[in-house]
């Protein structure tokens, strides 16, 4: 067994912990302070007072108590209103303020000065409290009891927040379109150690993603984190940016359930046993969808909207009785067109099949689904009589001025669908017309097919997306969205060979198309085909300039930047990073962007720009601070250009603890140790680097030198007869040989 796994470190109160724990601290306070009503606001004593009184419509002489207490080191009692200021201290310094109002006014003149400092400390020490046991040893993030904590909060209508700046923000903002996010990245190994690891690994990998939101280890691989402003279309899309990321740097499988909250929950009651049936049952949701995605493939993810409400789905079945209907009037057609008429705009009367009833002509027949579609059923007709139709029945359509009506039109024969997938196919063709807009005629094709696919390709029902896909190119055999759609489902459920020879399709007809190029690219990334990988992200970058179309900011660039350093090409790195001024500051994080500094880091180091190299790897840092990779190059730089062998042995030993899984963590150390002459130590972490990567003639050479200076002349030969034969012309184990 290696380090232990846990993480122990205490964590000390900041100013953010105000905005992370403020029900749980509200409610201490009200609590150790039974004479007080509330409510409480907590302030940071870094802000500016002024501008946060005037978000929070607080009265001006607020300052000057805060100021007073802030001066004074003491508590302070406003004689305005019964309103007590009170510090919050992490050990001497004050780091914020407790403002309580609704004091009981027999008890506001019997408060002693003593009363009130001790009160004062005790209260500090419960938030200190608290915030340790929100904490999870295994990765050192939240755990579940405060993700519970903070979602009970947001259905809370105890909102006592000082960054929220009135009532009507947080109904709006706070309680509508927030998505729950449950994230399964659970580990296949072998022992706890290396389970603990993984899962640590991770986690930091998706904290890097997310940027500042706040994540949660629940247990045992399983991660949640609440995204606000996000309705379930963008966090389905969030959901596969998700999976993307974690499939490129690696991991084997992620499943991701999602529940999303589109409107206020009816959790006003104060009861808090209210707001915890609640927050339970939210919870059991996301679960249940979680589950759904597991059983989808090895990169998935569920909405619960679309298990638990089938009859909202897009592509809902139509209902037996539509389809009993049907089948009688096709039972002696071979030929025949089926139109779903959808209204654009809700009537203010239902009254919607009997106005289209009376305009249809008697040769159609008509199939009611409801108040703002209708089947339309013509025997005997193929597209082009479907259309004809449809334009002489548009021209009668002037009963209500400003409604508009969308048309789909399916017909059979069809290639090889049954009669029966006709009226769902003329849903699909119905779909299709939403790119197009109100008032839209479409015959269902192969885009119609494209369209369902992606439906179910975006709630993670891949299987069910590869099969409309290809029954699309069953009838647009050479449609590039098709060829794209139908790789991308195989690349997603891990298949990159079955994958690849869409892409090649769609290429030789279109040599230059952006996506077709990236996605070959992805699929030689993942069977560790390098070269050919880095000659098809070339190709797209030379046809456009980073379309964003992949879905990720700066994603080819980080595949093409991680490429060139994997095989040495240095200068392409810092010719293409550069020219790209990713060095230059910016006020978001963007996922992904610790990542190239850590490339663009990497290539100075290795071309001798040891300052510059440091800067950059300094920035890599503080955007990602569990970033092993920049953390252990820190390392072996501080000790490189004399900058505190303790500091440089601390960064390298850290980079283990976070990721012992690489090779080149362990070298670092190791040579750092050799600096420091630590050889017994540096020889320790020499073979587990060896372990992992057993022809590294770097870590074989330094073995040889090490043994060397223990006088184990014996040993050291025999290392630098291994580096020569793996790398026959290798000068340093060529000049040790010599000189013995």
Known sequence: MGHCPFEWQVQELCSEDFKRFNKQFSRTVLQLMPFAEGPVVILCSADDFSETLHALNKPKYWNQYIKRVL??????????????????????????????????????????????????????????????LAFEPVTGMFNGFHLYDTLAGLLSDEQHVHFRRNKKDINESVLKNVSLFLIEIHPRANNAEKALNYIVRAGYSLESFLGQDVLHHMGNGVFGFIGHHLDEKRAKRLGENILSWFRREGFSRIHIGINTIEERVDATDSNASREESVCDKLLEQAWIALGKANRRGPFALCTFNSISNPELHPLKKIKPAVMARFRKLWVDNDRFAILLISQDRQLHEKAFPKRLLALIEAGAETVQINESEIFVFLADADAKKAKSWTRKFKKKLTIDPGTTYSIGIACFPCVD???????????????????????????????????????????????????????????????????????????????????????????????????????????????GEDEQAIRYFEKTLSVSKRERETGQPNDLLLQLSKLYCRVGRYNKTVALLEKEKIMAEENSKVPGRDALLRYLGEAYFAKGKNNEAIMVLQRAVRYNPHDAYSISMLGELYALQKQGDEIALSLCKQAVNIDDSHWQHWYRLARVRYKMEQYESALEALKECLRRERRSVEAMNLTGQIYDKLGTRSKAKGMFQKVLKIAPGHKAATAALNKM
């Open 417 to 527: 669908f049954n009669k029966s997938d006709i009226p769902q196919n003329g849903r699909k063709a119905l779909l299709h017309t939403g790119f197009f807009g109100p008032d839209t005629v479409t015959v269902f094709d192969g885009v119609s097919q494209n369209v369902s696919g992606d439906i179910y390709y975006s709630e993670g029902d891949l299987v069910r997306a590869v099969k409309e896909y290809r029954k699309g190119l069953e009838i647009e055999p050479s449609n590039s969205n098709l060829l794209n759609s139908l790789g991308e489902a195989y690349a997603r459920m891990n298949k990159p060979r079955k994958a690849r020879p869409f892409f090649k399709k769609i290429l030789r007809s279109d040599p230059k198309h952006y996506m077709g190029l990236f996605n070959l690219g992805i699929t030689y990334l993942t069977t």
């Open 71 to 132: 001066r004074r080191r003491r508590s302070a009692l406003a004689v305005e209103r019964p309103i007590l200021f009170m510090p919050v201290w992490n050990s001497e310094t004050i780091i914020g303020i407790t403002v309580v109002e609704g004091i009981d006014a027999q008890f506001a003149h019997v408060l002693s000065g003593e009363w009130l400092s001790d009160r004062s400390r005790i209260i500090s020490r419960e938030f200190f409290l608290q915030k340790q």
